[in-house]
């Protein structure tokens, strides 16, 4: 696979004139312009942003962004496989439709209703309901005999004025069309069973045909409507939201880069068009050459934190617990709290057995013994494990945090409850009690550490005097 390479997207930035496009900083010597602070700035900064930052704020926040970017680079993390693989995914979402044609779309939906006026062979549409009674080839004398008597019976109904809408919903065996009285969707020729098409043909709208014969069973059709077909003006827009749920904008982009690959001298691969394509689209659209190297940064700086920091932390339980300690009254309740085990039970007396079966096992075992004491064969003891808040569970409520006046309740087919644990009236007591908390804590103390790491390895120069021209020339 061809390697991907900032440069290409960056050579774009470069190429600005400079009295046009000021540098606003660079990042260990590689210059960032203002048009791409801009492109950023805005877009992390719209109007749905609850926590906007002003400019100077906001370069910060970017230069650690850009230090990060740099540091996956100088890994070559732009180089594994799998980078390379998710980026060109997205990419290409963005790209790909941008080499179709302009009037490629269009020809295509008029192609398509071509099609559609041509397989009517002159004839209108129409529009079928229809009292269907299964009955498959195999059937044996007998069920002939009574699926002909059926429906010769609905028949005669219908000739004694009975409703056709209302014997559709009490006796089709189309469940599909029976709810709406048997009304099918309008179709045209070699759209459904001949022997059913021929019928509903040959029908003048609001007449019903004799019972007959199809090769899946009996059917009595009425006619509700007929029609020619709608002008393509009246049915572009369906035509063309139908092709493109088939897919069509990536069958065009197919077509058009296996073409330009086929015809290329010397010959090149699709990526490599692809490629090629991007750097040109780019170099005329300054929104998608940063759109796309939104793409290659973003992935980059994930595969980074994750590496470096983010899968690190989540292992250091030593570390959380540490900054847990210290950091022990941020996590401070306002209620006390209940850590422990809520479990129901289809049999009494497993009230106490579980009770008894925890007594002197860990709390992170309590679990599993449950489960291989209690349920092998069969769940017979449901349960919850976790720090419970107040109004999280009505059994902890009532029997664990002391709550007044809160009532007990059972489970559908588990009638017998309890809850075993300890009621946490001054906070947290380990790290494990609040341990979403403290892990996003941590991971996030860690990244601040590898920030500040990196600021010390890289060069940075912000230009103070072009700052303030951002959104301002």
């Known amino acids: 696979m061809k390697k991907i390479l900032l440069p290409i997207l960056l050579s774009c930035v470069l190429g600005a004139h400079a009295q046009e496009d000021p540098i606003v900083m660079h990042i260990n010597g590689t210059p960032v312009t203002r048009s791409e602070f801009e492109y950023n700035y805005n877009k992390n900064n719209s109007e749905d942003v609850l926590d906007k930052k002003d400019v100077k704020e906001y370069a910060q926040l970017f230069v650690n962004y850009k230090l990060?970017?740099?540091?996956?680079?100088?890994?070559?993390?732009?180089?594994?496989?799998?980078?390379?693989?998710?980026?060109?995914?997205?990419?290409d979402q963005q790209i790909r439709p941008l080499l179709i044609p302009g009037n490629a779309v269009e020809d295509e939906c008029r192609a398509y209703y071509e099609r559609m006026l041509s397989s009517l062979g002159?004839?209108?549409?129409?529009?079928?309901?229809?009292?269907?009674?299964?009955?498959v080839q195999t059937a044996d004398e007998q069920a002939q005999k009574e699926a002909r008597a059926k429906i010769?019976?609905?028949?005669?109904?219908?000739?004694?004025?009975?409703?056709?809408?209302?014997?559709?919903?009490?006796?089709?065996?189309?469940?599909?069309?029976?709810?709406?009285?048997?009304?099918?969707?309008?179709?045209?020729?070699?759209?459904?069973?001949k022997e059913f098409e021929d019928v509903a043909y040959s029908l003048s709208v609001g007449e019903y045909s004799e019972p007959f014969l199809s090769t899946v069973?009996?059917?009595?059709?009425?006619?509700?409507?007929?029609?020619?077909?709608?002008?393509?003006?009246?049915?572009?827009?369906?035509?063309k939201r139908y092709l493109e749920g088939q897919g069509l904008e990536d069958q065009l982009a197919a077509q058009l880069l296996d073409s330009l690959a086929k015809n290329s001298?010397?010959?090149?691969?699709?990526?490599?068009?692809?490629?090629?394509?991007?750097?040109?689209?780019?170099?005329?659209?300054?929104?998608?050459?940063?759109?796309?190297?939104?793409?290659?940064?973003?992935?980059?700086?994930?595969?980074?934190?994750?590496r470096e920091v983010w899968e690190p932390a989540k292992k250091d339980t030593l570390g959380m617990e540490r900054y847990f300690k210290a950091n022990r009254k941020k996590y401070a309740w306002d209620k006390p709290r209940f850590r422990g085990l809520a479990y129901y039970c289809k049999n009494e007396a497993d009230v106490k057995a579980v009770a008894k079966a925890i007594k002197k096992v860990p709390e992170d075992k309590w679990v599993t013994t449950i489960r291989e004491q209690f349920n092998k064969d069969s769940v017979t003891v449901r349960m919850d494990f976790r720090v419970f808040k107040e109004g999280d569970n009505k059994n902890v409520d009532a029997l664990g945090l002391k709550v007044k006046e809160a009532e007990t309740a059972p489970l559908k087919d588990f009638n017998f409850y309890g809850v075993v644990g300890k009621r946490l009236k001054k906070g947290p007591e380990k790290w494990t009690d609040v341990s979403n908390q403290v892990m996003n804590d941590y991971q996030r103390m860690r990244e601040d550490e590898y920030v500040e790491a990196l600021r010390k390895k890289y060069t940075v120069e912000i230009h103070d005097e072009v700052l303030p021209t951002v959104n301002n020339h």
């Not at 000739?159 to 179709?187: H, N, V, Y």
């Not at 059709?221 to 049915?235: A, D, H, Q, R, T």
């Open 122 to 135: 002159g004839k209108e549409l129409i529009q079928p309901a229809h009292i269907f009674l299964r009955l």
């Open 265 to 306: 001298e010397p010959q090149k691969t699709v990526e490599e068009i692809l490629d090629e394509e991007t750097e040109r689209l780019c170099a005329k659209d300054s929104d998608l050459k940063y759109l796309v190297q939104e793409y290659h940064d973003g992935l980059l700086l994930f595969e980074l934190c994750n």
């Open 152 to 193: 010769d019976s609905i028949y005669q109904e219908l000739k004694g004025g009975a409703d056709f809408a209302e014997l559709a919903k009490a006796c089709s065996q189309d469940p599909q069309t029976a709810a709406r009285g048997g009304m099918l969707p309008w179709i045209g020729p070699n759209q459904t069973l």
């Open 217 to 239: 069973g009996y059917h009595i059709v009425k006619l509700l409507g007929k029609k020619p077909l709608e002008s393509y003006e009246e049915l572009h827009p369906n035509i």
């Open 68 to 91: 990060k970017v740099l540091a996956a680079m100088d890994a070559h993390l732009d180089t594994l496989s799998s980078f390379q693989k998710e980026f060109r995914m997205y990419r």
